[in-house]
């Protein structure tokens, strides 16, 4: 296993996600300020710097987001595995012994 093979598919999944919520973020916030202050084609530099400034402030949730996306992938294969293990002990509590050779012909084989 390649570690650094890993790390680059990691990074391409969490930046797959950070652009879909920032262009999301960015779209309607330029709508919301066209809205309220009309076209800003009066004084396009301006409104540039200022898309920049948003788009620094929202590094930091786009982190946080992959962040969260990750505990909660984690989250759900911890729940997946409890239950798979509560379910192989009530398997194994209804079959009698775990190492009983019926058990394993009736449930493995």
Known sequence: MNKAKWAERFIGWV???NDA???VLERRHIAGVRQMFGDPADDQDKFDD???EW?????GR??????LLIGLISIGVAVLSLIVSLVALVVAWKGGALFESSFFT???C
Request: proline letters at 0%; charged letters at 15%; a positive charge.
């Open 15 to 17: 930046a797959g996600w």
């Open 21 to 23: 919520f920032h262009a």
């Open 50 to 52: 200022r898309v920049k």
């Open 55 to 59: 788009r620094q402030f929202y590094y």
């Open 62 to 67: 786009m982190t946080t987001t992959a962040a």
């Open 106 to 108: 009736r449930y493995v």
